[in-house]
């Protein structure tokens, strides 16, 4: 997302932008990922 973009009358971004997509998918890709790591660490 622009900077100018993030401001409090554009909280909730439209589900037709595709920048908002692709932004919450890759932040889903890395929570899990640390999410993984972090299981992994407390099995081992």
């Given amino acids: 997302m622009a900077e ?3 401001n409090a009358n554009y909280i909730i971004p439209s589900v037709f932008n595709a920048r908002a ?6 932040a ?3 929570a899990a990922a640390a999410l993984q ?3 992994l660490q407390d099995v081992e």
Avoid at 21 to 26: H, N, P, R
């Fill in 4 to 6: 100018d973009e993030l």
């Fill in 21 to 26: 997509t692709e932004a919450v998918a890759s």
């Fill in 28 to 30: 889903v890709k890395r």
């Fill in 37 to 39: 790591a972090a299981v």
